[in-house]
T-cell receptor, first 110, second 113 residues
Framework: GENVEQHPSTLSVQEGDSAVIKCTYSDSASNYFPWYKQELGKGPQLIID?????GEKKDQRIAVTLNKTAKHFSLHITETQPEDSAVYFC?????????FGAGTRLTVKP | EAQVTQNPRYLITVTGKKLTVTCSQN?????MSWYRQDPGLGLRQIYYSMNVEVTDKGDVPEGYKVSRKEKRNFPLILESPSPNQTSLYFC????????????FGQGTRLTVV
């Protein structure tokens, strides 16, 4: 079936370094790709999204890139800070539904 | 403040004892859904509702029921809980099913013993 694969499942970086999380999707008709951040004890919250007519989008230290030909998109966090530590989920719109990746647990070491 | 409110946050119950997890949103969203989150599996949709009195199965509906009698409320019902339903549950709402931001509740951690 249609799905979204997310890698890596865990990521540990030093404060100030960059972090990259990658997702691939299977439905070539997908046109909306949000990223959610889930802090400990909370529900996922949208941090950035991108639509298929755009190749890259930035918001301060976070950016998302989309390669529709290869059917993959990535989240980039620069100058990481301890408060970036969380679980991150990518998602993609499929024919009849939104599908989520399995999540990446990011740890930023001070 | 725009929010999705779930209750309870934590629940420990015994096998077979019916329970209901409530969900309410104050954003006048038409679309609401329930997810369960399990390690390594991400968020899997249980049920969703396009509008009042319109509900449908998601990917993992077995053992769950829902109702949508009012636009703001979307309770999740476990008629006869089993240990494999031990999980973290999230309710979400959005303007539509696709291509729009989903707003999630705080989560309900359910343990069935």
């Amino acid at each position: 079936g249609e799905n979204v694969e997310q890698h890596p499942s865990t990521l540990s970086v030093q404060e100030g370094d960059s972090a990259v999380i990658k997702c691939t999707y299977s439905d070539s008709a997908s046109n909306y790709f949000p990223w959610y951040k889930q802090e400990l004890g909370k529900g996922p919250q949208l941090i950035i999204d991108i639509r298929s007519n755009v190749g890259e989008k930035k918001d301060q230290r976070i950016a998302v890139t989309l390669n529709k030909t290869a059917k993959h998109f990535s989240l980039h966090i620069t100058e990481t800070q301890p408060e970036d530590s969380a679980v991150y989920f990518c998602a993609a719109s499929m024919v009849n539904d939104m599908r989520f990746g399995a999540g990446t647990r990011l740890t930023v070491k001070p | 403040e725009a929010q999705v409110t779930q209750n309870p946050r934590y629940l420990i119950t015994v096998t077979g004892k019916k329970l209901t997890v409530t969900c309410s949103q104050n954003m006048n969203h038409e679309y609401m859904s329930w997810y369960r989150q399990d390690p390594g599996l991400g968020l899997r949709q249980i049920y969703y509702s396009m509008n009042v009195e319109v509900t449908d199965k998601g990917d993992v509906p077995e053992g769950y029921k829902v109702s949508r009698k009012e636009k703001r409320n979307f309770p999740l019902i476990l008629e006869s809980p089993s240990p494999n339903q031990t999980s973290l549950y999230f309710c979400a709402s959005s303007l539509g099913r696709l291509n729009t931001e989903a707003f999630f509740g705080q989560g309900t951690r359910l343990t069935v013993v």
